[in-house]
Structure formats: structure tokens, C-alpha cells
């Protein structure tokens, strides 16, 4: 099943395009159907189980900061650097929320993972938690997509509509449907903090670079420390974890100091210097905040933050950036212009057949799939079985996996990679990043 996953988004990646003198993109989405989703996490969970919280890592990588949901700047560097095999990837973590394509995300990286399982690694961030993703825009983002059960999704009527195609059609006293819904909507989102508690948490690079998704905190001194943090971790619970996951740089301290977000610390020089020193690392990578280039060295210049994000959330032009990892070579950060903030009611979803003969209420082989048995769950599974009578739609169908990705003027949504993109350039004055809440603040 990844392959095909995978020749699904190669397609995605080569066939978006977007023209400028029309109101709507022309980006395209897929949609799974809900035993695609489950049998992916399934797959996958095992995989991550079996690394180390401590990833020791070898090679050149690209690494990726916070992405919240922006698939379009991962179509857009998958474009500019290729597929595994031809390169590595390295994920800090924070792929889900605040944006809306996060299951987008998750379904690429989760099916690349799967095929080149020793060429994508990814670390955790703060919102691969329950808690945090239940109440950031991910939940709501699956409810938006699985209470559909209309067969075509189209760009919403109504931009206040929360639905893909403007509405859920339905039969208001159809209650076992609406359960039925409801049950896959929870089992996906279920399935997916599954896999999100068993993430590593730490990666070192060529001996050399330490990559986290915040930073450290007093009770973190020696990297060893982190491989024997047990897993699954399913909650914040004031430990390591904790400090590694939610912690932040600041200029105007030396040691630490207790984070304004809840959780965490914020560290200084002397602290980073010490740590570095003592663990005989060069420097630390991190993601966690947004920053206004896509990347920012601090604590003299012993942290870089890389933020891959083009206009978070609409509310600030911010550029992106990755960051260039290659043996016996001093790391390059590499910025990309902002996107436009992509939302979505911009985009055309397609459904794969097996969505489609979900959606549809097809009569089917009564087979469970893999994912159903091992949840336990006691409907039978739409997926899997039968295929549609409809043909697929044709924009998703590529003759193999792997196909060379040209120049970036050929397959970029933009146009070039660095084009001028002002044109698409988010109108709204730029806001304070993040929303703060009580008791912790989510970035």
C-alpha cells in the first residue's frame, strides 16, 4: 500500500499548478479512506517502535522544521531536493495543526517512511501530543474531511463552512450512519496519537549536530539520557521529555529560567555552551518557533532554529527554510519565499477509490481489514475489498514510483524556486505568532 501512496503524492507533487489570474488554486489533495489511514499508522507504528528515543544518524540529510499542516511547502521541497532514495530527510517535528492539510502530511511521510525506512527519521514536537492536536486544529481538520460523505469535494460555497464540499449530506435520522462516522473520525484520530507516542525524540547527526524540536532544560545533562526514556509517553509529565520538546533560547539569560509557555525552560549562553561542551556536540538544531527568514542562529551562534512554514497561518509573510546537512561540509541553511497561505477551500480533494467506495455505500465483500482487527473494531471494513467501477482519476495515475523530479520551473505551484511571489503575498498585518492559551502556550 505505501508504493501506491506514494505514486499518488509523486503525482500531487509533479501535477500542482496554480494560476494567477484565477480566484482558486488548482492545488490538488487526496483523501484516503479511513482503512488506508489506520493500516498506514499501523504499519508505520511498528517501525518507529523499533528505533531508539536517541536517533544516531549518519549521512547528508535535509532537515525540516515545524510544518503545522503546510503541505504545499513540503510538496515545494520535495520538488527542489527529491525523493528518498536519492535523499535523506530528517523531520524535527510539529507536522500537524494550525494548518489544514496536516493528515496530508502525515500520509506522505508516514508511506515514505514505510518504503525507505532508513532515509526519512522523524523526531517528535509538542503538539504530536493528544492534548495538544485535539484542541489545535488537527481533530477538527479529520472531522472536517470523514463527515463528509458527499462523493465529490469542491471548493466550499460558504467560506464559513468548516465542510470540504459546504455541507455533510445526510439523513438526519440515519443515527447508525452518523455513529458509523463518528467511530472512524475517532479511530483515525486514535490511531494517529498512537504513532505519535512512540516517536523518537532526539537525533544526532554525524557525530555532531544535535537536533531536538525545542532545546534542553536542567535535568537534561548527557544525551545518553534521552535513550533511556521509555515509550509510549501518551502525556507531559514534567520530565526530560518535557524539556527537550518544549523548551526555547533567550538572549537575556545565562542558565535557565521556567518557561512563559507552561512547560519547558528557556536556556541561555552559559547553559548551551556547557551542554555542548559536555556532550562534545558542535551545534544544536532545533524547531519550535517561528522566525521571520525561515531560519535564525542565537546563543552565539551555538542554536540555529529552522522553521519550514512559508506565512504561518496567513498572519505573517514569514519565509521558509531547511537546513543542509553534509559530511565534511559546514551546514547550510536553504530559504525559500513565502507561499500563499493555502486553506482548504482552495484546493480539489480526490478521493481514492477505496475513499470513494467508503463514501459511496458500495456493497462489498464483508473483509475486515488489518487495522479493523487490530482495534477490535466490530463494523466491517469498506476498504480494501472491491475496487470502484469509476476509474481513478486520471491526474493520480503514474506508470511506477520514483519518477525524476525536473527543475523546479517545471513542477513548483510557484513557478522557480525563489520566483517573486509577491503577487500571492498574505494582505493581513502581521500578528503576534501563536496562540496563547491558560496554562501553556501552543507554538
Known amino acids: 500500500?505505501?508504493?501506491?501512496?506514494?505514486?499518488?503524492?509523486?503525482?500531487?507533487?509533479?501535477?500542482?499548478?496554480?494560476?494567477?489570474?484565477?480566484?482558486?488554486?488548482?492545488?490538488?489533495?487526496?483523501?484516503?479512506?479511513?482503512?488506508?489511514?489506520?493500516?498506514?499508522?499501523?504499519?508505520?507504528?511498528?517501525?518507529?517502535?523499533?528505533?531508539?528515543?536517541?536517533?544516531?544518524?549518519?549521512?547528508?540529510?535535509?532537515?525540516?522544521?515545524?510544518?503545522?499542516?503546510?503541505?504545499?511547502?513540503?510538496?515545494?521541497?520535495?520538488?527542489?531536493?527529491?525523493?528518498?532514495?536519492?535523499?535523506?530527510?530528517?523531520?524535527?517535528?510539529?507536522?500537524?495543526?494550525?494548518?489544514?492539510?496536516?493528515?496530508?502530511?502525515?500520509?506522505?511521510i508516514f508511506a515514505l517512511k514505510c518504503q525507505f525506512t532508513d532515509h526519512i527519521f522523524v523526531i517528535r514536537g509538542n503538539h504530536e501530543f493528544r492534548d495538544v492536536c485535539l484542541n489545535s486544529g488537527f481533530f477538527r481538520e479529520i472531522n472536517r474531511i470523514y463527515s463528509n460523505e458527499t462523493r465529490h469535494n469542491t471548493k466550499s460555497s460558504d467560506a464559513n463552512d468548516d465542510n470540504i464540499s459546504g455541507g455533510i449530506q445526510k439523513d438526519a435520522d440515519d443515527n447508525?450512519?452518523?455513529?458509523?462516522?463518528?467511530?472512524?473520525?475517532?479511530?483515525?484520530?486514535?490511531?494517529?496519537?498512537?504513532?505519535?507516542?512512540?516517536?523518537?525524540?532526539?537525533?544526532?547527526?554525524?557525530?555532531?549536530?544535535?537536533?531536538?524540536?525545542?532545546?534542553?532544560?536542567p535535568k537534561f545533562q548527557t544525551i545518553n539520557q534521552c535513550s533511556l526514556i521509555p515509550r509510549p509517553i501518551n502525556t507531559l509529565y514534567g520530565g526530560i521529555a518535557d524539556e527537550i520538546l518544549w523548551s526555547d533560547p533567550s538572549e537575556e539569560i545565562n542558565t535557565y529560567r521556567p518557561s512563559k509557555r507552561g512547560a519547558g525552560f528557556e536556556y541561555g549562553k552559559e547553559s548551551i555552551k556547557s551542554f555542548l561542551e559536555k556532550n562534545k556536540m558542535k551545534l544544536l538544531i532545533r524547531a519550535h518557533q517561528p522566525v521571520q527568514e525561515g531560519f535564525k542562529y542565537s546563543l552565539n551562534n551555538k542554536v540555529i532554529t529552522i522553521f519550514s512554514a512559508s506565512n504561518y497561518c496567513g498572519m505573517s509573510n514569514n519565509e521558509s527554510s531547511v537546513l543542509l546537512l553534509n559530511e565534511g561540509k559546514e551546514e547550510?541553511?536553504?530559504?525559500f519565499?513565502?507561499?500563499?497561505?493555502?486553506?482548504?477551500?482552495?484546493?480539489?480533494?480526490?478521493?481514492?477509490?477505496?475513499?470513494?467506495?467508503?463514501?459511496?455505500?458500495?456493497?462489498?465483500?464483508?473483509?475486515?481489514?488489518?487495522?479493523?482487527?487490530?482495534?477490535?473494531?466490530?463494523?466491517?471494513?469498506?476498504?480494501?475489498?472491491?475496487?470502484?467501477?469509476?476509474?481513478?482519476?486520471?491526474?493520480l495515475k503514474i506508470p511506477s514510483y520514483g519518477p525524476k523530479l525536473g527543475p523546479a520551473s517545471s513542477l513548483s505551484p510557484i513557478g522557480s524556486v525563489g520566483q517573486d511571489v509577491s503577487r500571492f503575498s498574505s494582505k493581513a498585518k502581521p500578528k503576534k505568532f501563536g496562540s496563547p492559551t491558560k496554562k501553556i502556550q501552543f507554538s
Open 1 to 108: 500500500m505505501q508504493k501506491r501512496v506514494i505514486e499518488i503524492y509523486s503525482s500531487i507533487f509533479k501535477n500542482n499548478e496554480t494560476n494567477p489570474n484565477n480566484e482558486s488554486y488548482l492545488y490538488k489533495v487526496p483523501v484516503f479512506s479511513t482503512c488506508e489511514v489506520l493500516n498506514m499508522c499501523e504499519d508505520v507504528k511498528k517501525i518507529f517502535s523499533d528505533e531508539s528515543s536517541l536517533l544516531e544518524l549518519h549521512g547528508d540529510f535535509v532537515v525540516v522544521g515545524d510544518l503545522h499542516g503546510h503541505f504545499f511547502d513540503l510538496v515545494r521541497i520535495f520538488q527542489k531536493f527529491g525523493l528518498p532514495p536519492n535523499r535523506k530527510y530528517l523531520f524535527l517535528g510539529d507536522l500537524v495543526d494550525r494548518g489544514d492539510f496536516s493528515l496530508a502530511i502525515l500520509m506522505t
Open 337 to 395: 519565499e513565502p507561499l500563499p497561505f493555502i486553506q482548504h477551500k482552495d484546493v480539489k480533494y480526490i478521493l481514492t477509490e477505496e475513499r470513494d467506495i467508503e463514501v459511496s455505500n458500495t456493497t462489498l465483500r464483508k473483509k475486515k481489514c488489518r487495522a479493523c482487527k487490530s482495534i477490535k473494531r466490530k463494523r466491517k471494513c469498506q476498504a480494501e475489498t472491491l475496487r470502484s467501477s469509476q476509474p481513478f482519476p486520471k491526474v
Open 176 to 217: 447508525k450512519t452518523n455513529q458509523k462516522v463518528q467511530q472512524e473520525i475517532k479511530d483515525i484520530f486514535d490511531e494517529v496519537c498512537d504513532v505519535f507516542s512512540v516517536l523518537p525524540l532526539v537525533a544526532i547527526v554525524n557525530e555532531e549536530y544535535l537536533c531536538v524540536h525545542g532545546g534542553i532544560g
Open 332 to 335: 547550510e541553511p536553504f530559504k
